[in-house]
């Protein structure tokens, strides 16, 4: 059974950073893709960051230059390193994780989130 296990986040002052991790298990996704999403209260779940299957790291705008995404050598962790952090940051962030990228686009599996909350 595929798990995703987010921990890192927390409550920070504006210009903060957290650390977010994903730790997968029940499945090796070496090769696949993985990846963070973000959903605010009252607002769609969005795409913040993910590495794909050829290891290329893509950011969303509102992500690049200030987070960084990263995943352990063995890759079934993975990692958010989120610096400057902003209130319109606070969200609960996801993890997601799929073997290629047909399930990326439709089926990925999902953690339970961590809520960041980032106060001005």
């Known amino acids: 059974q595929v798990q995703l296990v987010e921990s890192g986040g927390g409550s920070v002052q504006a210009g903060g950073s957290l650390r977010l991790s994903c730790a997968a298990s029940g499945y090796t996704f070496s090769g696949g893709y993985m990846g963070w999403f973000r959903q605010a209260p009252g607002k769609e779940r969005e795409a913040v960051a993910h590495?794909?299957?050829?290891?290329?790291?893509l950011y969303t705008d509102s992500a690049k230059g200030r987070f960084t995404i990263s995943q352990d050598g063995a890759e079934n962790t993975l990692y958010l390193q989120m610096n400057s952090l902003k209130p319109e940051d606070t969200a609960k962030y996801y993890c997601a994780a799929a073997q290629n990228l047909g399930s990326w686009l439709r089926d990925k599996y999902w953690g339970q989130g961590t809520q960041v909350t980032v106060s001005s």
């Open positions: 590495i794909d299957g050829r290891r290329n790291r």
